[in-house]
């Protein structure tokens, strides 16, 4: 049984096969079949594995909320790439960005540099990428905010980290269940617990 036929390619289907040196962020955009969210990690595709209703959930609850308490000159999107560099073009699952940087329809990425917020929502098979590796790149790319959602009995729970820019490393503002309630990078509350009502 071949895992090609996961997602809807035949038997004989080749996975890419990566350069010497490893793919590149531009490589992201122009390789054929790839799956959805496809994220590049230090030259390395990254697959992700099916998503669970409280990913699906979470997400949508932080993208609804976001937006509409972003102030003018933010934009919000969910699952959209970030180029930190030639080797790494990771997928926050909500990225929060400066309202300029946005290019139209047709844009797959956006440069740290754009990026006020990255929100992850960790799945099981993302554990160790959205509490380690992420955070480390994320801060080492200069996003002045990330924060990492995890669940907890079937509701969310949000560490919300701000950058210090003489470490270059994150500082924890707080751990949030039930409501998160923030005054950086502009002001937000959310009420966590509403996470499956319309």
Not at 52 to 78: C, S, W, Y
Not at 162 to 173: C, I, M, R, V, W
Request: glycine fraction near 6%; charged fraction near 25%.
């Amino acid at each position: 049984m071949s895992a090609a036929r996961d997602y809807g390619l035949g038997d004989d289907y080749q996975w890419p096969r990566p350069p010497e040196g490893g793919w590149t962020a531009d490589d992201l955009d122009e390789l054929p079949n790839l799956p959805p969210h496809t994220e590049l990690i230090d030259g390395s595709l990254v697959f992700v594995s099916p998503q669970t209703n409280f990913h699906a959930l979470a997400i949508r609850l932080l993208d609804n909320a976001l937006l509409a308490q972003a102030p003018e000159g933010l934009k919000v999107m969910p699952q959209m790439t970030v180029r930190l560099d030639g080797r790494n073009r990771p997928e926050p699952d909500v990225l929060v960005f400066q309202a300029d940087a946005y290019q139209g329809p047709g844009q797959t990425w956006y440069g740290p540099e754009d990026v006020v917020i990255a929100v992850e929502v960790v799945s099981k098979e993302s554990e160790a990428r959205d509490r380690e590796v992420k955070p480390r790149k994320y801060a080492q790319a200069k996003i002045p905010h990330y924060w990492r959602v995890e669940q907890n009995d079937g509701l969310p729970v949000v560490y919300a980290y701000e950058l210090d820019p003489a470490t270059k490393s994150y500082g924890l503002l707080g751990i949030f269940h039930n409501r998160l309630k923030l005054t950086v990078p502009f002001p937000v509350d959310i009420d966590l617990t509403a996470i499956d009502r319309r």
